[in-house]
Structure formats: structure tokens, C-alpha cells
């Protein structure tokens, strides 16, 4: 079945960076767009960046972290990697890996991100 497993999240000061994995599995990596999404508890999931499947040459950003986070895939490690500059406190968050698959969404368990002013 699709698993998805993020890592990479912590706590950091202001200003610093952060570069967030996620590990797929059970399906072909290569062929889906992936997409970050992220949550503050008792708000709504925003999505943060998608990268689209193939060499993902296609990527948006959410307005709140253009020209900070970049998205990128590595097919050959079932790997998509979110690189988090220029991290501020209002980018705290359970940030998530997802994915489409034959109509079903699938998430993985999240990965905590918590930036300190």
C-alpha cells in the first residue's frame, strides 16, 4: 500500500533553515505529482508547494513562502525534499507529504517544524 514518511523537522531560530524528506512507497513514485502541505493545530491545512511527477521540471508555491522553500524530487530514492529557508516563526507547523494515487489521498504522519523568534 502507499506509505509516505516525512523526517527532517526540529526547532530552529529565526532566520535559519531547514530541509524536511519524505520516503514513498508502494506505488510509482515517478509517475505522481507530490505535494507538501503543512497545519497549525486548530487551523486548516495549507498547501505549501507541489512538484509535478516526471523530472518535476513544473512547481508552485503558496504566497506565504515563494522565494523561501524549495520543492524537489529525486525518482531514483522515492524521494521529494522540502529546503525551508529563511524559516520565521509564523512557518511553524506539522508539516505533511501527499500524494494521489488511483483517486485516493494518501498523507504521511507529518513531521513537526518549530521556528523560535
Known amino acids: 500500500q502507499v506509505q509516505l514518511v516525512e523526517s527532517g523537522g526540529g526547532l530552529v531560530q529565526a532566520g535559519q533553515s531547514l530541509r524536511l524528506s519524505c520516503v514513498a512507497s508502494?506505488?510509482?513514485?515517478?509517475?505522481?505529482?507530490m505535494y507538501w502541505y503543512r497545519q497549525v493545530p486548530g487551523k486548516g491545512r495549507e498547501r505549501v508547494a507541489l512538484?509535478?511527477?516526471?523530472?518535476?521540471?513544473?512547481?508552485d508555491y503558496a504566497t506565504s513562502v515563494s522565494g523561501r522553500f524549495t520543492i524537489s524530487r529525486d525518482n531514483a530514492k522515492n524521494t521529494v525534499y522540502l529546503q525551508m529557508n529563511s524559516l520565521k516563526p509564523e512557518d511553524t507547523a506539522d508539516y505533511y507529504c501527499a500524494t494521489t494515487v488511483s483517486g485516493t489521498e494518501s498523507w504521511g504522519q507529518g513531521t513537526q517544524v518549530t521556528v523560535s523568534s
Open positions: 508502494g506505488f510509482d513514485f515517478s509517475r505522481q505529482v
Open positions: 512538484i509535478s511527477n516526471g523530472g518535476g521540471e513544473d512547481k
